[in-house]
Nanobody, 124 residues
């Protein structure tokens, strides 16, 4: 099964930071764009950031722009999400998924199964 293993979540106060990791399982990710999604209670998965296969292009949804940074290390088969200045509305389970192709496009169509995700809770 093609999926990722996400880690790095936790409980943090508003204004704090976390660094999430997602390691590919069952495939090598260097040929694919990778996106981070999150799912808040009662809501659908929301795409928040995407990175092209060579890391030459990155994209951010407006709610996280300027606060989150996506990166990847293809030698480690891992993608990262540095999250700074966290807000309570960032509370969600965070997942990553691979995009069909090397670039982020359209609605970021994914082909990997959802993993367990990693819980991020921002609260004082």
């Amino acid at each position: 099964q093609l999926q990722f293993v996400e880690s790095g979540g936790g409980l943090v106060q508003p204004g704090g930071f976390l660094r999430l990791s997602c390691a590919a399982s069952g495939f090598t990710l260097d040929a694919y764009a990778i996106a981070w999604f999150r799912r808040a209670p009662g809501k659908d998965h929301e795409g928040i950031s995407c990175i092209s296969s060579s890391a030459g292009n990155t994209y951010y949804d407006d709610p996280v722009k300027g606060r989150f940074t996506i990166s990847r290390d293809n030698t480690k088969n891992t993608v990262y999400l540095q999250m700074n200045n966290l807000k309570p509305e960032d509370t969600a389970v965070y997942y990553c998924a691979a995009i069909y192709g090397r670039y982020c496009y359209g609605s970021w169509p994914t082909f990997t199964s959802w993993g367990q995700g990693t819980q991020v809770t921002v609260s004082s």
